[in-house]
C-alpha cells in the first residue's frame, strides 16, 4: 500500500497540492452560497432564503449568506492557508480516523485540519448567532487506564471563562460533575 492512500484511510480530503489549496481558497473566501437557477424555480428559492443577484439571458443568478459556523470555518481555514501550510482539508466534511485502545477505531468529523513538518493543527469551530449567554463545552480523555473528565463554561460576549471542572477517574462513568457544581453567571 502507498503512503497517499495510507493517509486516505486516516484522513480525508486532505490537499496537498498548491494549485487545489488555491481553488479551495477561492470557495471559503465568499461569503454568500450562489446558484444559476431558471426563472420558475425563484418562487422557490425566494421562500428557502434566497436573493436574485442578477438576471443573466438564460439564467437567474441567486445568492444567500453562508451560515454562521460555515464562515467562521471559512476564516480560519483561510488564516493557516494565508500562513502556507502546504497540507490543508478539502470541504466541510473532513474526517480523522482515531485509533482507540480496547475499542473499535473511531471516525470523528473535523471542521478545519493543517499540517506542515513540525506542526498538525485540528479544529472543531464553535459559532453562535443567537446571542447566547454561555458555551458549555465538555471532553473526556484517556491517560493510560484513567480518565480525566472535563468542563468548561465560556461567557459569548467576552470570552471570559466563567468556571471550569476537570475531575480524574477510573471509568468515564464516575467521572461526572457533581451536581452541586453549578455555573453561576456574575
Known sequence: MNQESETLEFFGPLLADPSKIKREAVHRRKQFDEK?????????YEADGWQVDRRLKRSIRVKRPKAIDERLEN???MHLAR?????????????MLIDRKGAEPLRKQVDVFAKDDE?????ECKASGTGSA?????SIASF????????????????????EEQVQAARKEDGRPHPSHRVTRT
Open 144 to 163: 493510560g487506564s484513567q480518565y480525566v473528565v472535563g468542563l468548561r463554561a465560556t461567557n459569548c460576549r467576552t470570552g471570559d471563562l466563567l468556571d
Open 119 to 123: 506542526t498538525v493543527i485540528v479544529a
Open 75 to 77: 476564516r480560519f481555514w
Open 83 to 95: 500562513l502556507g501550510y502546504p497540507e490543508i482539508n478539502s470541504g466541510r466534511k473532513f474526517t
Open 36 to 44: 444559476s437557477i431558471v426563472a420558475e424555480e425563484i418562487p422557490a
Open 134 to 138: 454561555a458555551v458549555v463545552e465538555g
